[in-house]
C-alpha cells in the first residue's frame, strides 16, 4: 500500500493560484507514475494531469492545459499541481494518484490520496 498526504487546496477567486502538494514517506516514489484527479459534486471522477517517473513526461486534460503545472521532486518524495488562473469550474475534490506504466492520460492509478477541496469563487 503507497500511503499519500494531499495538502493546499483551499479557497480562492476565480483568477487566482495554488498549488497542490502530495508527498509519500515510500521511499520508491521515484518509480511511480504519479498523477492528480478531480472531482465535482454530482460528477464523475476526471484526469487532470500525470508526471511519469522521471518527470520527463506530463499530459494534462484539455481544461487544464495552459493552466496547470504537475511537477514531482522525487528527493522529497513529493508531486505539486501548480494551478493558476483557476475558474469556477475547477471546484471539486482533487486527489493524487499513484501508478505504474505511464500512459499519458490514459493513467489507471493502483493508489490514491485522500482528496483536498478546491473552491473557486466567482
Known amino acids: 500500500q503507497v500511503q499519500l498526504v494531499t495538502s493546499g487546496g483551499g479557497l480562492v477567486q476565480a483568477g487566482g493560484s495554488l498549488r497542490l502538494s502530495c508527498a509519500t514517506s515510500?521511499?520508491?516514489?521515484?518509480?511511480?507514475?504519479m498523477g492528480w484527479f478531480r472531482q465535482a459534486p454530482r460528477k464523475e471522477r476526471e484526469f487532470v494531469a500525470a508526471?511519469?517517473?522521471?518527470?520527463?513526461?506530463?499530459s494534462y486534460a484539455d481544461s487544464a492545459k495552459g493552466r496547470f503545472t504537475i511537477s514531482r521532486d522525487n528527493a522529497k518524495r513529493t508531486v505539486y499541481l501548480q494551478m493558476n488562473s483557476l475558474k469556477p469550474e475547477d471546484t471539486a475534490v482533487y486527489y493524487c494518484?499513484?501508478?505504474?506504466?505511464?500512459?499519458?492520460?490514459?493513467?489507471?492509478?493502483?493508489?490514491w490520496g485522500q482528496g483536498t477541496q478546491v473552491t473557486v469563487s466567482s
Open positions: 515510500r521511499p520508491t516514489f521515484s518509480l511511480y507514475t
Open positions: 508526471i511519469n517517473w522521471s518527470g520527463g513526461a506530463s
Open positions: 494518484a499513484a501508478g505504474g506504466d505511464y500512459s499519458g492520460s490514459s493513467f489507471k492509478p493502483d493508489y
